[in-house]
């Protein structure tokens, strides 16, 4: 769907500011977002709903979905989300993988490099739903880049057109598999040597995530392979799992 695309500023493939629908992404066999760049926020897309927990952005109704390579300098590796944004794994898995940020000292030069996916603004509602069978996949860490509410649904969605939640019962995982190899190759890609303690504190910050105030209402939770959720809260509802599996994290903040 989009690969390869630059933006000096934010939204490397698309970029909305003040929307008062949500943008689509629907209904495609294969939904692509490749290697896009952007000089602020968001790699591949930076979406701004016009005010309040307005939905932003849908992903639903697709095949697979992969976000890959994609980045951006000050958040979201490959989305950029202010207002609500729900994405569902109905019929194919959605990944996250590969996205990053690039961080510049004060002159310019290239710092660092961190694995990062999805940063979502001032307090926004977030919903991951996957139907059984088919899995949302976070390689990548996602971010809250504010102390202010939030909440995070996992496994419930609202469909278009409709009032009622509806709760699925996939697998919604957080993984740091294989994230110290993933992300040496960007650092030596990037001229940059990874080892050291500023390595170190660059992979502890790729495999972070933070969802605040979160309720998992079907299906499974999977923290797997060195993987830490920051959360505020988390509760589960009857006959939801959680799973941490090969010193995986969940901490309550």
Known sequence: ???????????????????????????????????????EYGGAVYI?????????LRISGNGSVLFSGNNAVSGGGALYVEGAISICGNTGDVVF???????????????????????????RTAYFAANAGQSIIFADATTQLSNGSAYTHLNQ???EGSTEA????????????DART??????TENGLTPQGDAFEAALEESVTSTLNTTTLYGGTLAVEDGAVVNMWTFSAKKGATLRLANDAKVVLT
Do not use: C, H
């Open 166 to 177: 509806v709760t699925t019962q996939g697998t919604i995982l957080f993984t740091g598999a």
């Open 157 to 159: 969605y609202t469909p």
């Open 48 to 56: 701004e709903a016009d005010g309040g927990d307005r939905t932003a």
């Open 182 to 187: 993933r992300l040496a190759k960007l650092w």
């Open 1 to 39: 769907l989009a690969d390869g695309n630059t933006a000096k500023e934010s939204g490397g493939a698309f970029y909305f500011s003040g929307v008062n629908e949500p943008m689509f992404i629907r209904d495609i066999a294969a939904v692509n977002f490749l290697n896009n760049t952007a000089g």
């Open 97 to 123: 993988q590969d996205n990053y940020l690039r961080r510049y000292d004060s002159i310019g030069s290239l710092k660092f490099i961190v694995l990062n996916s999805v940063a979502r603004g001032n307090g």
